[in-house]
């Protein structure tokens, strides 16, 4: 059982960064890919970006790609998320979410995820 708690969110301007932090409960963290999604009002939840156990490998979204970076501390059992050059369209909630196996995007198989946490970027 992995228990994931977001923080980090908040209201920014067009142009702004933020980090968003993500500390996991368990001690088999460096066995679990951890990604990040997000879902925007009226919206399915979308896939931002994933990382490997071991941190070596990364995937993010096209629509992130150059802007935002996720990294992991397998000594704090923490995954963030920086994410620079924000613009409007990144307005939602973003969650955490754990597997086990192979890096990827997609929800589904992502069997723990976190509460969420709000980023708002205004124009």
């Known amino acids: 059982q992995v228990q994931l708690v977001e923080s980090g969110g908040g209201l920014v301007q067009a142009g702004d960064s933020l980090r968003l932090s993500c500390a996991a409960s368990g001690r088999t963290f460096s066995a679990y890919v951890m990604g990040w999604f997000r879902q925007a009002p009226g919206k399915e939840r979308q896939f931002v970006a994933a990382i490997t156990g071991s941190g070596t490998m990364r995937n993010y979204a096209d629509s992130v790609k150059g802007r935002f970076t996720i990294t992991r501390d397998n000594a704090k059992n923490t995954v963030d998320l920086q994410m620079n050059s924000l613009k409007p369209e990144d307005t939602a909630v973003y969650y955490c979410?754990?597997?086990?196996?192979?890096?990827?995007?997609?929800?589904?198989?992502?069997?723990?995820w976190g509460q969420g946490t709000q980023v708002t970027v205004s124009s």
């Open positions: 979410a754990a597997r086990l196996g192979v890096l990827g995007g997609s929800k589904d198989r992502y069997d723990y």
